[in-house]
């Protein structure tokens, strides 16, 4: 008589949004996924603020699934579960970004599989490609619009929305939280920054990746792109993900950053992984020095009375300052009169020290405005 192989049990922490939507697709395609592994996965427990018993759920499970969000208490669950000798799938970016160092830690202490698919830009496989499909490419940068919510406001605004109004529908659409606050100040993407620096470079990030001559630069900031760039073309509340190096020129990854079903589908992804031996948590943290000062072209934006010797004192400082400009515009006349510049690359300090003195000349009429521009193109 053969017997049945038991079924791969999951405990799943949170029933929201990812959670119902990852409870749903496990069920759709638990028969598939026992086709081709050889074991079903099911439910084994669920706990919410009203329901489960996270002791109970943890004994009664192979792996345990944490969508719950915020530090505690779901801090104390993973590093339970992982001390029980059990794998955890976590979609927790704040989870991972502020404490992924003790998590990796005690699981490569444990010896179990810790997998994060979904904290980072949703259904873009960024992490798994960064693990394991480019774990032996030295990588040199990574340019990503892991930010749904205001990716989605920009690209209202570019169709002549004001912030506010952009906002207000990508509330009304569901992409924004009733709180935006930790979409627009870029909270949300520093924290997802940081765990891909952190897989991409090795060097634990705790907020805010570019690796400098033997250093890393991280940063969260609005860019102009040229329109050849990979991620000019990302619009609405995609994300995408762009990692450059020597060895394979640019790859590009996007697609849904956020939605149940999209991120519930990530997060199942990755209990698959862990039911096939999927790859083992990031290895210790290397000790690379961080660079604060970085090299970038800027778009620089004067709002300036229209008088002789206006562009030849900007000019004058800029050049004092190490700061050489590749083109310029001068639009309006009288009060109205603007100077649009992009310049080459430059050391940030160089440019915020030049416009600080810009702005002190008493023909200035508001505060310089500068936006990094990236204007590399890969041949
Ligand atoms: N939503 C997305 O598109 C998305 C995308 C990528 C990553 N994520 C990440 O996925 C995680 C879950 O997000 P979500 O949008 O699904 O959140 P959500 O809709 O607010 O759901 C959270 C769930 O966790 C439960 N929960 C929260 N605190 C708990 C506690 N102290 N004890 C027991 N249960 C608790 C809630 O219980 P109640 O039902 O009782 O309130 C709810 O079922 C977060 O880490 C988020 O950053 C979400």
């Given at each position: 008589m053969s017997s049945e192989p038991a079924p791969f049990r999951v405990g799943l922490l949170g029933h929201g949004t990812v959670g119902g939507a990852f409870a749903e697709l496990l069920s759709e395609r638990a028969s598939e996924i026992e086709r081709f592994n050889g074991r079903r996965p099911t439910i084994s427990g669920v706990l919410t603020r009203s329901r489960g018993n996270f002791e109970e759920i943890l004994a009664q499970s192979d792996l345990i699934v944490e969508v719950m969000g915020g530090i505690e208490p779901a801090r104390d669950y993973v590093l339970r579960t992982i001390k029980a000798g059990k794998s955890v799938v976590s979609a927790n970016k704040q989870l991972l970004s502020q404490y992924g160092e003790e998590l990796f830690e005690t699981a490569r202490k444990q010896d179990v599989r810790l997998r994060f698919e979904a904290a980072v830009a949703g259904a873009v496989p960024v992490v798994r490609v960064l693990e394991e499909s480019l774990s032996a490419t030295p990588i040199d940068r990574i340019h990503g619009i892991v930010n749904g919510t205001t990716n989605f406001i920009l690209t209202e605004m570019t169709q002549g929305s004001t912030y506010a109004d952009a906002l207000a529908e990508a509330q009304r659409v569901g992409?924004?939280?009733?709180?935006p606050s930790d979409d627009v100040s870029g909270r949300d993407a520093a924290a997802k920054m940081a765990i891909l620096a952190r897989l991409a470079f090795g060097t634990p990030v705790h907020l805010g990746a570019e690796r400098r001559d033997g250093g890393l630069s991280v940063s969260v900031h609005p860019t102009f792109l040229y329109?050849?760039?990979?991620?000019?073309?990302?619009?609405?509340p995609f994300n995408a993900i762009t990692v450059e190096s020597e060895t394979i020129t640019e790859i590009t990854m996007s697609g849904p950053g956020a939605g149940g079903r999209q991120t519930a589908s990530a997060v199942l992804g990755d209990v698959v992984s862990v039911m096939t031996g999927g790859a083992r948590p990031p290895a210790p943290p290397l000790a690379l020095p961080f660079v604060g000062d970085i090299e970038s072209a800027f778009y620089l934006h004067l709002d300036v009375a229209?008088?002789?010797g206006v562009l030849a004192s900007v000019t004058q400082v800029l050049g004092e300052h190490g700061v050489s400009i590749k083109s310029v515009v001068q639009r309006g006349m009288g009060d109205a009169a603007r100077l649009v510049m992009v310049t080459h690359p430059v050391l940030e300090s160089g440019m915020l020290a030049a416009i600080e003195e810009i702005g002190e000349f008493d023909f200035i009429r508001s505060a310089p405005r500068t936006i990094r521009v990236i204007e590399k193109e890969f041949l």
């Amino acid at each position: 008589m053969s017997s049945e192989p038991a079924p791969f049990r999951v405990g799943l922490l949170g029933h929201g949004t990812v959670g119902g939507a990852f409870a749903e697709l496990l069920s759709e395609r638990a028969s598939e996924i026992e086709r081709f592994n050889g074991r079903r996965p099911t439910i084994s427990g669920v706990l919410t603020r009203s329901r489960g018993n996270f002791e109970e759920i943890l004994a009664q499970s192979d792996l345990i699934v944490e969508v719950m969000g915020g530090i505690e208490p779901a801090r104390d669950y993973v590093l339970r579960t992982i001390k029980a000798g059990k794998s955890v799938v976590s979609a927790n970016k704040q989870l991972l970004s502020q404490y992924g160092e003790e998590l990796f830690e005690t699981a490569r202490k444990q010896d179990v599989r810790l997998r994060f698919e979904a904290a980072v830009a949703g259904a873009v496989p960024v992490v798994r490609v960064l693990e394991e499909s480019l774990s032996a490419t030295p990588i040199d940068r990574i340019h990503g619009i892991v930010n749904g919510t205001t990716n989605f406001i920009l690209t209202e605004m570019t169709q002549g929305s004001t912030y506010a109004d952009a906002l207000a529908e990508a509330q009304r659409v569901g992409y924004a939280e009733a709180d935006p606050s930790d979409d627009v100040s870029g909270r949300d993407a520093a924290a997802k920054m940081a765990i891909l620096a952190r897989l991409a470079f090795g060097t634990p990030v705790h907020l805010g990746a570019e690796r400098r001559d033997g250093g890393l630069s991280v940063s969260v900031h609005p860019t102009f792109l040229y329109s050849g760039h990979p991620l000019a073309a990302v619009s609405g509340p995609f994300n995408a993900i762009t990692v450059e190096s020597e060895t394979i020129t640019e790859i590009t990854m996007s697609g849904p950053g956020a939605g149940g079903r999209q991120t519930a589908s990530a997060v199942l992804g990755d209990v698959v992984s862990v039911m096939t031996g999927g790859a083992r948590p990031p290895a210790p943290p290397l000790a690379l020095p961080f660079v604060g000062d970085i090299e970038s072209a800027f778009y620089l934006h004067l709002d300036v009375a229209d008088r002789p010797g206006v562009l030849a004192s900007v000019t004058q400082v800029l050049g004092e300052h190490g700061v050489s400009i590749k083109s310029v515009v001068q639009r309006g006349m009288g009060d109205a009169a603007r100077l649009v510049m992009v310049t080459h690359p430059v050391l940030e300090s160089g440019m915020l020290a030049a416009i600080e003195e810009i702005g002190e000349f008493d023909f200035i009429r508001s505060a310089p405005r500068t936006i990094r521009v990236i204007e590399k193109e890969f041949l």
